[in-house]
């Protein structure tokens, strides 16, 4: 039950956050972005429409896996680091709370904004499966896919910030070991 609670307060402070909502519509509209653009520079007239939409799936595919290891690298590489700075780690020990609570709490809190943007894009990647050439079964490869890479990212992130205690040097070890 205490590891409950701690997810519910680190989902509640992530809820706080004046950018939550702001990353999700922005990952959406720049994932529309890059669908069109993809489309407009790899679509040629000649090839069957089967073809174009394996092509633009292939490319997006692509941009998102890589969207999905960074976003580990911008959620997680400063959040147990943050709480030793601010000196309020030992304060979450006093309580029945155990390493693993804490963890999880950190992990699930900082993912969460993740998985909404991940779940964003796949909307937009089930375009070509309009256009044909792809399955539902590849999109679901993908999505998995990606929820992996999201998972890596952000476990990276956080047993990084176990261990190094300024921002920028979390940063860089998380890209590191990316």
């Known amino acids: 039950m205490t590891l409950l609670a701690i997810i519910g307060r680190e989902l509640r402070t992530a809820a706080r956050r004046p950018g939550t909502f702001r990353t999700r519509l922005l990952t959406v509209l ?50 147990v680091s943050s709480e030793k700075r601010e000196n309020t780690l030992g ?15 950190k992990l699930v809190a900082n993912s969460w904004n993740g998985l909404y943007c991940l779940l ?6 089930a ?28 476990s990276t992130g956080i047993f990084v910030s176990t261990f190094i205690i300024l921002e920028w040097r979390a940063i860089f070890y998380t890209a590191l070991f990316l």
């Open 120 to 125: 964003g894009t796949l909307p937009v990647l």
């Open 30 to 79: 720049v994932t529309m972005g890059m669908f069109a653009f993809v489309f407009w520079t790899t679509v040629d007239g000649s090839l069957p429409v089967e073809q174009q939409g394996r092509l633009v799936f292939r490319s997006l595919a692509q941009v998102a896996s890589v969207c999905s290891l960074l976003l580990g690298l911008m959620l997680t590489p400063d959040s």
């Open 127 to 154: 375009i070509p499966l309009l256009m044909g050439g792809i399955t539902g079964w590849d999109l679901f490869q993908v999505g998995v896919v990606l929820l992996v890479f999201l998972l890596l990212s952000v």
């Open 91 to 105: 304060l979450l020990f006093l309580t029945d709370l155990k390493g693993f609570h804490v963890i999880l709490g």
